[in-house]
């Protein structure tokens, strides 16, 4: 008994050997901040501190070149929210965000209940995806083509709607063009919704809807109980981008609605537009400081929109 306490208590003050979990952890220590500076640099240099001067921009008055800027408060905000072209540039912005957001949506989700249990459903997924691997510019000049209106040169769409009895359209009128370019959206980049959506449907376990099927519930109450909630944070992060690309959107707008001239009716402007017509200043004289103004509205808008979706889509997680 002695000696068995003896080699206990021995034990007990022999130096414990630190093994080779703590080496590791102090060696990725060491590795951290040689491998993060580089990456904390590009982001200073290249988003924090443009996003900084171009706030400070925005209380100035300034060209672009030449004199320096000269301070003048809020003005820029004062004059650009009484101007009718932010009005409309806002007003469709805000259409593309929520009016394309739900129609995008609303087909994304029909077309992952369609294709979870359809033969070859990979195959029409990736066609499904191409028309958002295609250059807006592009996409614009093809969409022009079938819509145009002309006598005697009538694009796709007119030409069909004669050919059944209608009367051609002007869809790429300043007062319609909206609502076209908001279609073309929702048609482009439905298929990369989906593909996100239905990466997120194939993590489910088959047995869940083998349960259901069983249950006799119906292919709605399937996708309201299974699919919805158990893709709920993939759905949330698919509003985060959808939100943003559909506050940058300018191209597509551009080619479309453009005369052929320099930019688009103030009807189907979009803050982007705005912020492109203030820069050049294809009224006149360049006022970067009202560009800058409206580029901080913007950063504001996708903040508080992006805040208030997370807010909105925030639920538990759901282990399975």
């Not at 060491?30 to 990456?39: N, Q």
């Not at 551009?254 to 912020?275: C, D, E, H, K, M």
């Amino acid at each position: 008994m002695a000696a068995r306490t003896v080699e206990v208590a021995r034990f007990a003050k022999a130096p414990r050997a630190t093994g080779t979990r703590g080496g590791h952890l102090s060696r990725k220590r060491r590795l951290f901040w040689p491998f993060m500076v580089p990456a904390l640099v590009l982001y200073l240099a290249f988003l924090v501190l443009p996003t900084i001067a171009t706030v400070v921009l925005s209380f100035t008055s300034w060209a672009g070149a030449g004199d320096t800027p000269k301070a003048n408060g809020v003005k820029n905000y004062v004059q650009m929210w009484k101007s009718d072209s932010f009005q409309y540039s806002f007003h469709n912005t805000l259409i593309y965000v929520f009016v394309g957001g739900i129609g995008t949506f609303l087909l994304a989700f029909l077309f992952t209940m369609v294709l979870r249990d359809m033969r070859g459903g990979k195959v029409i997924r990736a066609i499904l995806f191409f028309p958002n691997i295609v250059a807006p510019v592009a996409l614009g000049m093809f969409l022009g083509f079938v819509f145009k209106y002309q006598p005697g040169k009538q694009g796709l769409a007119n030409y069909l709607l004669e050919h059944v009895g209608a009367s051609a359209a002007k869809f790429l009128a300043p007062q319609n063009v909206t609502w076209v370019v908001t279609a073309s959206i929702i048609w482009a980049s439905s298929g990369f919704f989906i593909t996100i959506l239905m990466a997120a449907v194939d993590r489910i376990p088959p047995y869940l809807y083998e349960d259901a099927d069983l249950a006799g519930a119906s292919p709605w109450q399937k996708f309201r109980n299974i699919t919805l909630p158990l893709t709920w944070d993939v759905v949330g992060v698919a509003g985060v981008l959808w939100t943003i690309n559909a506050l940058k959107i300018f191209e597509l707008v551009f080619v479309l609605a453009g005369p052929g001239t320099y930019s688009p009716p103030n009807q189907a402007w979009t803050l982007g537009i705005y912020v492109f017509d203030r820069t050049f200043g294809s009224n006149g004289t360049p006022d970067f400081g009202a560009a800058c103004a409206c580029a901080v509205a913007m950063i504001a808008l996708v903040s508080v929109l992006v805040l208030l979706l997370r807010r909105l889509m925030r639920r538990d997680a759901i282990q399975f």
